[in-house]
């Protein structure tokens, strides 16, 4: 897989913030406010100094996966751990549905044989 | 003759009769689940000591469940451990908050580990190493962990000057050169006790010593890495496809684990605000 650019880094940021807060907007996080200032700090200068912006697009982007990856598992959980269908739901994917079973007042199976 | 309609006791009934509110000194969070019980998440500067910082869960101050106070020194992981208490909506879900977990380790230590047990722990994993076992059964595998493998192994071997060879067999003995096991454990033992803590986690998740390297000389993407720890299970996912409860749920676990633990490591190993030009991680 390529090396993202900054700025796809910048953007996948932006969107991992405002999808875990649908409360706020992601511009009153303080993390925003960091990812932004470091961003502006590390602008590419020259050739010279590209090596500590490499470094830093590096940590921004596993942050990046880190908060994606997290985001996607949680999501995989939780369509997955439902647990098995019932008898009932398993009949209704092919379309069938089960008997109607109208209950009987109870009677003691294992009657003993009265002396 | 009436329909008698009985409704499966819900789970949710049990659990709330066993749900009991007390609050310990880590906000009783060890096993239960607990609902979000702070509004808001705040990182500020310690009092105590000036140049760390502490993250405060509606005016309470965080701590790990031994109940010490929780000071990080940089100022990007504090604000992403915040943003990750932030994160919990209504219950919090402590297994899938790794970046908490690994600091409480970390700061804990919880098994009362000093450097040289943790360099053993590493080390273990340096005679089973995932890249330098290699299988030629099929070919096209064969062929693949050529090309994945083989630039990593060259990597660390210039990095390191040591000289790993990979061997197709299992019986094979001294795989691994005593020089080159004397250069790892002076590699690792550059790093303080806590980075190494991280390393052994990220060796213990990758089963690899050689790819961990990798991953902190910044050589490979988390993605990346992620995959080549699992290069045979990818393979057999391009033949007979995917699943995705599992693979993907694997491969996401992997991935997430990886990354907090490598921003951890970073963050412990370079200050990324107050320094004008970073140093070094290596």
Not at chain 1, 49 to 72: G, M, Q
Not at chain 2, 14 to 31: D, E, P
Not at chain 2, 50 to 79: C, M, W
Request: aromatic share 10%.
């Amino acid at each position: 897989m390529a090396t993202k650019s900054a700025l796809s880094v910048y953007k996948g940021l932006l969107r991992e913030l405002s999808i875990n807060n649908s409360k706020f907007s992601y511009r009153s996080l303080p993390v925003y406010l960091k990812i932004k200032d470091e961003y502006r700090r590390h602008r590419p200068i020259t050739a010279k100094h590209c090596k500590p912006n490499d470094e830093i697009l590096f940590v921004a982007s596993t942050y990046l996966s880190y908060l994606e990856s997290a985001r996607k598992r949680k999501i995989i959980q939780s369509i997955y751990s439902k647990g098995e269908r019932s008898v009932q739901q398993a009949a209704n994917i092919v379309g069938l549905a089960l008997p109607e079973i109208i209950d009987r007042p109870y009677l003691p199976i294992d009657q003993r044989s009265q002396q | 003759m009436n329909r008698l309609l009985f409704f499966r006791t819900s789970s949710s009934l049990i659990r709330y009769c066993f749900r009991s509110t007390s609050s310990t000194s880590n906000f009783g969070l060890t096993n239960r689940e607990r609902k979000r019980f702070y509004k808001k998440v705040s990182t500020v500067e310690s009092s105590q000591s000036p140049t760390k910082y502490e993250i405060l869960l509606d005016q309470r101050k965080l701590k790990t469940p031994s109940g010490n106070l929780v000071t990080i020194e940089n100022e990007f992981l504090a604000l992403s451990l915040a943003h990750e208490w932030n994160q919990q909506l209504k219950k919090i879900d402590l297994a899938s908050m790794h970046l908490n977990s690994l600091i409480n380790t970390i700061i804990d230590n919880p098994l009362k580990l000093n450097k040289e047990q943790i360099i053993a722990k590493v080390m273990h994993y340096l005679d089973w190493d995932t890249l330098l076992y290699r299988s030629d059964a099929p070919e096209e595998f064969h062929q693949l962990q050529i090309t994945s493998w083989d630039p990593i192994l060259k990597v660390v071997n210039e990095h390191l000057n040591t000289k790993f060879q990979s061997t197709y067999d299992l019986h094979v003995k001294d795989l691994i050169r005593e020089t080159d096991r004397q250069i790892i454990e002076k590699y690792l033992s550059s790093f303080d006790r806590s980075s190494l803590m991280i390393f052994l986690f990220i060796a213990e998740q990758l089963k690899s010593i050689l790819l961990s390297i990798c991953l902190i000389k910044q050589f490979r993407s988390v993605e990346d890495i992620s995959v080549l720890s699992r290069l045979e299970t990818e393979f057999q996912i391009s033949r007979w496809t995917n699943v995705e409860y599992y693979h993907d749920y694997d491969i996401l676990d992997t991935r997430s684990k990886i990354a907090a633990a490598y921003l951890i490591f970073y963050c412990l190993n370079n200050n990324i605000t107050r320094t004008i030009m970073p140093k070094d991680n290596v």
